[in-house]
Each structure stands twice: as C-alpha cells, then as structure tokens.
C-alpha cells in the first residue's frame, strides 16, 4: 500500500525557534493516522507545510504522490482542512461558508451536507462571531467532511466540541473510514485517538519521538507489578528494564517494560511467588511520558 | 424611608453592582489606553492644535493691506459654494475672523474624526479582538472600559482645544476670541465622543460602529453645509453639532451661550450610551444580527464573489464620499476666483500647483490631483485588507482548496485597481458634471475635468503597487504602507507650498501626472507611471508566492 502522506527529515524554524527537528511521518492511504503532541511540538507547523502555507526548509515531503509546495493547488482539489483555530467572515452565514468552501474544493455532497448539519446540531443561518467556538470548529467540520476528497487533514478538530459532539464527530470519521479515506489528525486527546486511529506518531520537539499501531505503542508501556515472595526479592534490581523499584520485607513494586516482562516474572518465580497483581499498561502513562520528559529534560539541562 | 432608599441603592449581593464597581479598573484601562495610544494621540492634537494658528499667520502675508481685508466679507463672505465648504463668514477682516471662518468648520471634523476612532479603537475594536473577554474576566466594571475610552477621547479633545486656545493667543489674536474657538471645537469632538458611545453600542464590529457615527458626522457636516448656503433653509445648519461651532462667532461678537448647547449635546448623546450599554453582552450588539441565508447563493462559488462581499461595504461607502467631494468641488470651481480675493500670493500658490494661468484650470487640474491622492488611501485600505484576512486566520481554508495564492490575492487587487478607477472616476464625472452646470458648458467642461480625474489613475497604481510589495515583502510591517502613501501625499500638497527641490517632489509618482486641463496632454509620464505600478505589483505578488502565509 502505497503512502498518502510521506514526510522525511523535515525542517522548518521561525527565526530562531526550531518548530520542526527532522521529523518523519507517513500515513499510509485509508488509515486515521493519529498525530499527538503536547502542545507547541510542531503538529499545527507540519500540517502547514503540507499544505503548502509553509516552505520546509529541509527535508522531503510527499503528499498525495505531488509536492505540496510546487503543486498546492492540484493537490488541494483532493484534500480538505479542519484548522485548529476556524476564524469566520463576520459577513457570511454558516451556511454560506460551508458552500462557499465546498465548492473552491470542487464540489460538496449536498445530501451529506444536510445530514451533518442536522447531525451537528449546527444553525447554519449565523453569522460570523455570532458562533461560539465549538459551532465554528462545526462549521469547518461539516464542510470538510461534506466534500468529494480522498484526504482529509485536521488540526486539533474537537478543541472547542463538547462531549456529545465529540462522539458525532468520532462517529463521522469512523463513517469516513469505512468509505476508504485517509485522514490525518493532530490530537493531543489520547481518548479521541485511541478511538479512532489505526497507526499512530508521537511527536516532541519537532521529532518524531514514536509510531506504530496502538497495539505497538502499548507494547512501549510499562505494566506494573506488585507482588509478595517466598523469600527476600533480590535480583531484580539487575534486570535493565525494571523501574521504580520498591521493596518492604518479602513484598515488592515495581514497572516493567513489556519486553522485559517475561524475564522479571521468571526471576520472581525463582524466588517464589505467594501473591501477585499487574496493573496493565496504558496508553496514557506512555503520553504522560512523553509529555513530562520535555520538562525532565529541561530541568535536567537546566540545573 | 431614609433606611429603603439606601436599601435600593445597594444592590442585593454585596461587593456586585454598587457604582464603584461598576467603574472598577477605569483608571488601569485609561492608563492602558493612553500607553497604546501614546503617539498616534499626540500626533492629532498637535496637528489639529496648531493648524489654526499657522494658518493665522498666512493671513497677514495673503492680505497685507487693509483694503484687501476690507473687501474679503463681500467677495469670499458671500460666495455660497464657499460657505458650503467653510461655514458663514462673520468677519474676514481680522486675522482671528478670519481663521474661525478658515478652520471653523473642517478642525471641528477632523477632531470628530479622531475622537470617534479613539472611541471605538478602545471600545469595540477590544471586543472584536477577545481582549475585552480576558479584560472583563478580571476586576473591570461594566462601565469601566466604555468610560475609560470616553476619558481618554476626552483627554485629546480638551488637549486639542487648549492648544489652539494657546497657540491662537499666542499669534497676537484676541484671547476671548482665541477660547471661544478652541472650547467650540473641544465641544464639538465631545459631541462625537458621545455619538461613538451610541454608536459602540449599535454596531457589532469597529467597521460598523466607526460607520455609523462617521455617517453621523458626514451628515451633520451636509447639514451645516447645505443650511449655510441656502439661506432659506439656514435653519438646517441649526440642526448640526459642527454648525454650532460656527455658530459660536468666534473674535466675532462671541455667543457663549452656543456652547452650552454643545455642552449639553455631549451629555445627552453620552448618557443615552451608557444607558444602552446594560442592555447588550460583550461582544454583541444592540441591533442583533440578522441570519443570513442557510445556503449560498450560486453565485457565491470563487475568491472573487467573496472577495466582492467584503468588499463591498466599504467601496460603496467611498463612491458616496466621492461623489460628494466631487460635486462640492465642481460647484467650486467657478468661484475660485472670489476664493482667492485680490491675494496675488495665493493665486500663485494654486497656479504653482496647478500650474497653469488661467486659475480655474489650475484649480481643476489640483483637485484632480487631491482626489488623486485621497484615493490612493482607499487603495492602501483595500490591499491591506489582505493582511487583515491573513493575520484572521481566514485565508489558510481558503488556500488550502484549489484556490491558488495569486488567485486570492488577484480577487482583491481587483478591488484595489477597480475601485480605486471607479471612486477616482466618479469624483471627476460628479465635479465635471457640477462645474459644467454652473458655467451652462457640461459638453466642454465635462469630458476635460473627467480626463484631468482619469489621467491620475496610474500614478494611484503606483501607490497601490507600493503597499503590495509591503504586503509581500514586509507582512509584519504592512501598516508602513499608510506611511508611504501620506509621505507621497504630504510631498505633493504641501511640497510645492514650501518650495522643496525637484528630487524630493519627484519622489511623489502625483508628481509626474500631466496637469491637466491646463497643461498639454503627455503620454510618456503615464505610461512610466503604469511600469512602475506594474513592476511593483510583479515584485510583491512573487515575494507573496514564496513566503510564508501567517
Ligand atoms: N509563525 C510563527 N512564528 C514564530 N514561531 C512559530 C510560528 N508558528 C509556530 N511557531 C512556533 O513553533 C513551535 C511549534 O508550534 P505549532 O506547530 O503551532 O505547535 P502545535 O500545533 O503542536 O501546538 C512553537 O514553539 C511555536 O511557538
Ligand atoms: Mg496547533
């Protein structure tokens, strides 16, 4: 299967911000890729430079088999965007816009279009700022997902969307799925991504810190251990990919990495186990990771 | 009884809505405002403060002999298509009559002008933007950001009149004089101060609230104009703020009591705003907006039909303007003559200008050239509506469909290019067209004054080419295009007065433009004219190809 968003090595600074670090990323065609980050780690700069709003300084990027930057215009007849932040023309309705945007994309689905407006409970007679954020964010979305493409990119779409839209718009884009698009979506609810994506890259700092499917990134966690033994535990400080460690007398705590897992049981068994609980990994602990070694790493380098 | 009014007065929940808290945070606010505003304020009461005065001190070197003074009240007094511009004449035979006359009427509106931006700027234009929600989250009373607003309006107003009070005074002319002309202006930008507090309430975005009050003030300038002319009708003039500042009389047999007219008027208008701000939330409007269709029409389905929506409003309103300013001048014209009494130095002012003998021709050919001008603003507002649509985050949807960078920007140069050849040719049809009734010749008139508007339009181009390489080269810094189309302004009207050399005039492209219809026609600085504007266009449209959008 061939890619319909490829990204190697790209680099992009502001002066002397670096938003993008070398970062990789490819979507395979039909798959909801997940693209999460904390906030600030380059995901609104990436989405940018794929649609040509932004010139990469270095690096290769392939979209839809074009080149986003020579080709825009081509290329954007088979995409639609969500931004992250929908600002409206303080003169059009809803309505208006939807249509409006539709059709510089090349048509809309106006069965679609009625259905989703319904669906999203969006009044599409409004005007401008009349809107909360959530309905302008809804505005974006119906006249994205209302559109003939093969490619939808969104950023951070549900920021502004309140728990009943947010199931609608998952429901959508499961729908979208099932119809063999390729979506692209900037997150950083890991809820929304664990529902939706089928692959997905994590990035810091610009770079792409991981990626894979959900079941390879939960590989990536840690399950943690708590067990009482026969015996004083020891041993298991050795072991490379044990953390945390915490010993009381013969009970003992500890995190383990999934690839280690098999040879920490097997330590504990030598020993002798009389009780044992696991708390099975979560994705969330592996953001929350990911999240906070930004600040570690700071603190760290700072002091 | 005492115990029950006390009780209305504080209101049920202790500490919320008692009138001190309602004020809450004005002064941090007036602070806040005169910081952000710290050159743009002092600029406008410096150069409305002492226009009067420097005028004042022409009058000697224009009309040195006491004949001449004599003779002005009969011949420019009396000529209406001049009252219609300056107001009634009093007495032109002193210095002090002279200028209230000269400046009573156009100081009072360029400070109405500056009061009601200074209004809005401080008022919608910080709800537009979602500062005012952050504002308002804080410690700041309900009242609080339209007071501090008013304040400091007020603040530039008062400084204003106190400046020319002492700058008048300070001219040698008569202080009564001197304090009922710079307290008759104060007023008279307070009045509008009170119109924008209405106004703030009434629109939803500074564009329509600035409109509003700025159409206020456009009328009650027709008003004064149209009952100042006719004498007939002179009652119309009664109707108006700004004919009350001339109806002040001032070095003239002052009237004080006009100014408690205005005095008064300002509290009214201010009072109704208040009492209408309670009655709208943050960020909306007293007039609701009205739903627009669920559906776009048809023909909404390419940059153009958008960029035609946006802007629309603002073309038609500068067609009116244009229009207006035409006809005025074009009834003008054939009374240029009077304008200029028997000053010898100013006839040679305006031949030097329009350079040309006869002094009707010369006054064509500078109107043609001030309209020019004015109408490059319109061109630097329309392309920097560009920026406006980028820096809104409402181009990046817009490019991210098969719309291409050079086809949105192209959907709104047309508006600049078009637009600024429709307001230009209006002004030239309207003042032709007004000119040639007068002096019963619309079929020679007509066509002359119209060619004299038309030969300006590549010389506005070149402006409007200016503010697209900015747009393109220096996106941060694209108000910088204002400054260069004032600069051009200020060379070209003031340049010739001042005797600046040759090289500095040339850097101003109204410059080059032949000055029709007194001068021969010439083809070459035109179609130099059109190279420029187009190379500039080129220049900044590739450099917007290859940036970055944001
Ligand atoms: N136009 C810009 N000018 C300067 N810095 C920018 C600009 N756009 C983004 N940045 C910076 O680049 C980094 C990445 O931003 P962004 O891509 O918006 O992050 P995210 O969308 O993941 O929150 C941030 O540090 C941000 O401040
Ligand atoms: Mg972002």
New interface residues.
């Given amino acids: 299967m061939d890619n319909a968003i490829s990204i190697s090595g790209l680099h992009k600074s502001f002066g002397r911000t670096k938003a993008l670090d070398g970062l990789d990323l490819s979507v395979a065609t039909g798959e909801v890729h997940g693209f999460l980050g904390p906030n600030g780690s380059g995901k609104s700069t990436t989405v940018r430079v794929l649609l040509g709003l932004l010139r990469a300084d270095k690096g290769t990027v392939n979209l839809l088999g074009g080149d986003p930057w020579h080709d825009a215009a081509s290329l954007h007849r088979r995409l639609a965007y969500v931004p992250g932040d929908v600002s409206l023309w303080p003169n059009l309705s809803g309505g208006e816009v939807i249509d409006l945007l539709g059709r510089l994309r090349g048509g809309l689905d106006t069965k679609r279009r009625q259905e989703l407006i319904e669906r999203f409970d969006l009044d599409p007679k409004k005007k401008g700022r009349t809107y909360s954020k959530g309905n302008r964010q809804k505005v974006a979305i119906v006249a994205a997902l209302a559109s003939n493409v093969e490619l939808l990119i969104m950023d951070e779409p549900t920021a502004g969307l309140d728990p009943l839209m947010e199931a609608t718009f998952q429901y959508a884009i499961s729908e979208e799925r099932e119809k063999g698009r390729t979506v692209l979506l900037s997150s950083h609810i890991l809820a929304e991504v664990e529902a939706l994506c089928d692959r997905v890259s994590i990035i810091r700092n610009g770079r792409t810190v991981e990626t894979g499917t959900l079941a390879d990134l939960r590989h990536l966690t840690r399950t943690t251990i708590s067990a009482e033994l026969a015996g004083h535990p020891n041993g298991l400080s050795r072991l490379e990919h044990v953390h945390d460690l915490k010993i009381e007398g013969n009970h003992v705590r500890f995190d383990v990495e999934t690839s280690a897992l098999d040879e920490a049981l097997r330590q504990l068994s030598s020993i002798g186990v009389r009780s044992l609980t696991s708390q099975p990994p979560t994705l969330e602990e592996l953001f929350l990771r990911h999240y906070t070694d930004t600040s570690d790493s700071k603190a760290a380098s700072a002091s | 009884m005492t115990t029950s009014t006390l009780d209305r007065a504080v209101s049920p929940t202790p500490g919320v809505g008692t009138k001190g808290n309602l004020l809450a945070g004005t002064g941090q606010l007036v602070r806040l405002a005169l910081r952000r505003d710290r050159i743009v304020l002092p600029l406008w009461v410096l150069v409305i403060g002492v226009m009067a005065a420097a005028g004042a001190g022409a009058y000697e070197t224009l009309y040195p002999t006491q004949a001449e003074r004599a003779a002005l009240t009969a011949t420019m007094g009396s000529n209406p298509s001049l009252t219609l511009l300056y107001g009634p004449a009093f007495d032109l035979s002193t210095a002090g009559g002279f200028t209230a006359w000269r400046y009573g009427t156009l100081l009072p509106l360029f400070l109405a002008l500056a009061c009601i931006f200074t209004v809005t700027r401080h008022t919608r234009q910080e709800e537009d933007t979602g500062r005012q929600e952050l504002l308002s989250s804080t410690v700041v009373g309900r009242y609080a950001p339209l007071t501090a607003a008013v304040i400091t309006a007020g603040i530039g107003a008062l400084a204003t009149g106190l400046l020319m009070v002492v700058t008048l005074a300070g001219a040698g002319l008569p202080a009564a004089g001197s304090v009922a002309f710079g307290l008759g202006t104060a007023l008279v930008g307070l009045v509008f101060v009170g119109v924008a507090t209405i106004a703030v309430q009434l629109g ?2 500074s564009r329509t609230a600035n409109g509003i009050a700025s159409a206020v003030l456009g009328a009650t300038f027709l008003f004064r104009a149209v009952g100042d002319s006719a004498t007939d009708i002179s009652w119309l003039s009664w109707l108006s703020p700004i004919g009350w500042g001339t109806q002040v009389r001032a070095y003239a047999d002052e009237r004080w009591w006009v100014l408690v007219l205005l005095a008064g008027a300002a509290l009214l208008l201010g009072t109704i705003g208040y009492r209408l701000l309670p009655r709208r939330d943050v ?2 409007s007293l007039i609701p ?8 029409s048809p023909g ?4 153009l ?2 960029s035609w ?2 802007h629309r ?1 603002a073309l038609i309103g500068w067609l009116i303007g244009f229009a207006v300013m035409g006809a005025l001048y074009g009834s003008l014209t054939a009374g240029i003559g009077d304008l200029l009494g028997d000053s010898a130095q100013a006839e040679q002012m305006i031949q030097r200008m329009g350079g040309s003998e006869s002094i009707e021709r010369a006054f064509i050919a500078a109107t043609a050239g001030i309209t020019a001008m004015i109408a490059s603003l319109y061109a630097v507002q329309a392309t920097l509506r560009m920026r406006a649509e980028e820096v ?3 181009v ?10 050079l ?1 949105w920007a192209a959907s709104h140069l047309t508006f600049v290019l078009l637009g600024t050849a429709l307001i230009q040719t209006t002004a030239g049809l309207f003042m032709g067209l007004l000119h040639g009734l007068r002096v019963n010749d619309v079929g020679e008139q007509l066509p002359s004054v119209l060619g004299a508007s038309v030969a300006q339009l590549p010389a506005i181009w070149v402006v409007a080419g200016a503010a697209v390489v900015i747009f393109g080269f220096l996106p941060k810094a694209a108000t910088t295009a204002w400054a260069v189309a004032a600069l051009f302004l200020l060379i070209s009207m003031f340049g010739p007065a001042v005797g600046a050399s040759q090289a500095v005039l040339n850097v101003s492209p109204f410059q080059h433009v032949p000055k029709l219809p007194s001068a021969d026609f010439t083809a070459t600085p035109l179609v130099w004219l059109t190279v420029v504007a187009l190379a500039l266009l080129g220049a900044g449209l590739a450099r917007f190809r ?5």
């Fill in positions: 939803e975005y960020g909306l907006a009205r739903p627009g269709p669920a559906e776009a909404l389905n390419s940059v039909a958008l929506r946006l409003g809104g985050i409402r990046e949807p817009l490019l991210a469909t098969r719309v291409s960078r086809g290859t940036r970055d959008i944001g």
